[in-house]
C-alpha cells in the first residue's frame, strides 16, 4: 500500500459531502416564488397537472432514490387514490379536504399491503412482484362498479374546501394544490434528512452492513415503502378533484412506468430531480399534444437521449457540475 | 481448566446439494480470548463464519450464545445481542463520511433511528463519541473525507471504530488482514490487540504469522472438519495440520 497516505485530509475537510443548508434554503424559496407566479403565466389546469405529477413523481423518488427499490407498480396507489378520492367527493358527497384525506388513506393502506408481501424480495423481483400487484389493482378498476369501469368517475364536484372556499376557480384550486406539493414535498425532503433517512441511505449504500450493525432492514425499507404509496395517493387523490375525473389512466402500468421515467429524467436520489422531470414529461405530452400518436415516440427518444448522454438526470447532472447536493 | 464458552457450537453443518461445506464443527470460543480459525483454501472458514453470523443457515446444529440457543436468530438480532461482524471485503458507507459511518452505529445503539420527521442535525450530538472512536484507530484526522476515498487500510480501521460504537462483547473478523500492506499489517494487529480487552474475537485469517502472535487459542478446518484444535505451538507441530497445508499447495 505505497499509494497509503495520498489522501491528504485537510484538503478534503468540509467538502461538499454535506448538504449545505443554504444551497436547499435558496432553492426552496425560488420555488415557492416560482409556484407563486406561475399561474400569472400559465394555465393553472396544466400546472395543477405538473403539481401533481411532480408530487407523485417525488414519492417515487423517495423509494427508487433513497431506498433503493425499484417500484413498477406505483399507479396502484395514485390511480386507487383518485377513483377512492372522486367516490368520497360525488358519492359520499364529502368535502374536499375529507376527500383527499380518504384516497390518501386508502393508498397507504394498499401500500402497507403490497409493501409486506413485496419487501422480502430485491432487484427485478421486487419491480415485477409490485406490477402484478399494480395489475390485480387494474383489473379490479376495469371490472368493479363503482369504478365506473371504462368511464370512470366523471364530472366529480371539486367541492367547498373547509365548508369556506369554493373551488371552482382553476386559480384558487390551483393554490390550494400548490400547498399539498409544497406539504408533501417538504415531508419528503424532511425524511431524507432526517435520522431515519440517514439509516436508510446506509441501507441503500451497504445492506449487509446495515444488517451487521443490527438494523432490521426490512422495517425500514417497508416503512419508507407505505410512506412512498400514501404520499403517491395524495398526488392523486389531488388529481381526481382538479380534472374532475377518475379514470382507468391513472391505475395502468403505464403510468407506473410514465413516473419513472420522470424520476430518471429529473434526477433520481436528487431532491428536486423528479419535479423537474415531471415538469419536461407533462410538458411534452401537453405541448406536443399536436404530434398525435407520436409523441411516445418522442418521449422514448428523449428518454434513450437521457440514459446515454446524462444518465444521472438533469438535476444529478447540475448536482455533479455544481458538487452540491440538489 | 476450561474457561467458560462464550460461543459455542454443537455439530454445526451445512450442505450444499450434497457437498458437506462444513461438516459437524464443535466449537468453544472462550470469554475474553482471541480466537483464531484457520485453514487452507476451501476448508470452510468463511461458510463457518457465516453460519455463525446467520448469514447461512445450517442444515443441522447449534450455535450457543452464552449458554442460549441463537440458531434460529436473524442476523441483525446477532448484531442487538452484541456479536458483531467485519466483512472480508471493507465494508464502509462509502458515501458516508467516516464520522457518519461511526454515528449510524451510535445512532441504532440508541435507538432513535425510526425518527422521520426529525432533522438529521440531532445527530450531530453522536460527533464527540464518533470523533473519540475515530482517533482510537487513528483516523481522527480523516473524520470527514467520504469513506468511499480513504486507502483501504484506512477503510478497515473505520470498520472497526463503526464496530466498536456498538460496543460488542464479540467481534468476528473474517479476514481482517486481507489484501493490506506490512504497514497496514503492523496497525491492524496492534488495533485488535488493542480492542481485544474485555472482549471476545474471533477471526478467520490466513497471516499465520499475525495469527501466531495474536492468537490465544487456535481452529484449524480443513474440509469442512476441525482439524485441530490448541495454541500455535500445538496446532502448528501438529502433522496433520502440516500435511494439509502442504497437501493444499501442491494440489
Known amino acids: ?326 | 481448566m476450561r474457561a467458560e464458552a462464550i460461543l459455542a457450537t454443537r455439530d454445526l453443518t451445512i450442505e450444499f446439494k450434497g457437498f458437506k461445506a462444513v461438516d459437524g464443527v464443535n466449537l468453544n470460543i472462550e470469554q475474553g480470548t482471541i480466537h483464531a480459525l484457520i485453514g487452507p483454501n476451501g476448508a470452510g472458514k468463511t461458510t463457518c463464519f457465516n453460519l455463525l453470523t446467520k448469514f447461512l443457515t445450517p442444515t443441522k446444529g447449534t450455535i450457543l450464545y452464552k449458554g442460549r440457543d441463537i440458531t434460529a436468530l436473524k442476523p441483525a438480532e446477532i448484531a442487538r445481542l452484541g456479536i458483531v461482524r467485519s466483512f472480508q471485503i471493507s465494508a464502509v458507507f462509502a458515501q458516508f463520511t467516516a464520522l457518519e459511518n461511526v454515528r449510524v452505529a451510535l445512532q441504532r445503539r440508541r435507538g432513535d433511528s425510526f425518527d422521520f420527521w426529525r432533522s438529521e442535525r440531532v445527530l450531530t450530538r453522536y460527533d464527540r463519541e464518533a470523533r473519540e472512536l475515530l482517533e482510537a484507530v487513528g483516523l481522527a484526522d480523516y473524520a470527514s473525507v467520504r469513506a468511499g476515498e480513504l486507502p483501504y487500510g484506512r477503510k478497515r480501521a473505520l470498520e472497526v471504530a463503526t464496530t466498536l460504537a456498538l460496543d460488542p462483547s464479540m467481534l468476528l473478523l473474517d479476514e481482517p488482514l486481507a489484501g493490506m500492506g506490512h504497514e497496514d499489517v503492523d496497525r491492524m494487529a496492534a488495533l485488535i490487540r488493542h480492542v481485544s480487552t474485555n472482549r471476545t474475537i474471533l477471526m478467520v485469517e490466513h497471516n499465520l504469522s499475525v495469527v501466531a502472535s495474536l492468537s490465544d487459542r487456535i481452529t484449524v478446518l480443513a474440509r469442512g472438519k476441525v482439524l485441530a484444535e490448541g495454541s500455535y505451538a500445538t496446532v502448528s507441530s501438529d502433522e496433520r495440520v502440516v500435511e494439509a497445508y502442504m497437501g493444499g499447495m501442491h494440489a
Open chain 1, 1 to 326: 500500500m505505497s499509494a497509503h497516505d495520498v489522501a491528504v485530509p485537510a484538503a478534503v475537510e468540509g467538502d461538499g459531502a454535506r448538504p449545505s443548508g443554504r444551497t436547499y434554503g435558496v432553492l426552496l424559496a425560488v420555488l415557492v416564488g416560482v409556484i407563486l407566479v406561475a399561474p400569472y403565466f400559465l394555465y393553472p389546469v396544466f400546472l395543477m397537472k405538473v403539481l401533481c405529477f411532480a408530487l407523485f413523481a417525488s414519492a417515487l423518488n423517495l423509494l427508487l432514490g433513497y431506498g433503493g427499490l425499484l417500484s413498477f407498480g406505483h399507479a396502484a396507489f395514485f390511480g386507487f387514490a383518485s377513483y377512492i378520492s372522486a367516490h368520497a367527493a360525488k358519492v359520499w358527497g364529502l368535502p374536499p379536504e375529507l376527500a383527499i384525506l380518504s384516497g390518501t388513506a386508502a393508498a397507504t393502506v394498499l401500500g402497507a399491503v403490497f409493501g409486506a408481501l413485496a419487501i422480502r424480495r430485491q432487484g427485478i423481483y421486487f419491480a415485477m412482484i409490485t406490477l402484478a400487484l399494480a395489475q390485480l389493482i387494474y383489473f379490479v378498476s376495469l371490472q368493479s362498479e363503482f369504478t365506473g369501469g371504462e368511464d370512470g368517475i366523471q364530472s366529480v364536484p371539486r367541492g367547498v374546501l373547509f365548508g369556506v372556499l369554493p373551488l371552482t376557480d382553476d386559480r384558487t384550486l390551483y393554490y390550494v394544490v400548490a400547498t399539498i406539493f409544497l406539504a408533501g414535498f417538504l415531508l419528503i425532503f424532511r425524511i431524507i434528512h432526517s435520522p431515519f433517512g440517514q439509516v436508510l441511505r446506509a441501507i441503500r449504500d451497504n445492506e449487509p452492513r446495515a444488517i451487521s450493525l443490527g438494523y432490521r432492514t426490512v422495517q425500514y425499507k417497508l416503512a419508507t415503502f407505505v410512506i412512498s404509496a400514501g404520499i403517491a395517493g395524495l398526488a392523486g387523490a389531488t388529481k381526481a378533484l382538479v380534472f374532475q375525473l377518475a379514470s382507468l389512466t391513472d391505475v395502468h402500468w403505464s403510468m407506473s412506468g410514465e413516473v419513472v421515467l420522470m424520476t430518471l429524467v429529473g434526477g433520481m436520489g436528487t431532491i428536486f430531480g423528479p419535479a423537474v422531470g415531471a415538469i419536461v414529461v407533462v410538458s411534452m405530452q401537453n405541448y406536443l399534444a399536436t404530434l398525435g400518436a407520436w409523441v411516445p415516440i418522442v418521449q422514448g427518444i428523449v428518454f434513450v437521449v437521457c440514459v446515454l448522454l446524462f444518465r444521472e438526470g438533469i438535476i444529478g447532472v447540475l448536482s455533479r457540475w455544481t458538487k452540491r447536493p440538489l
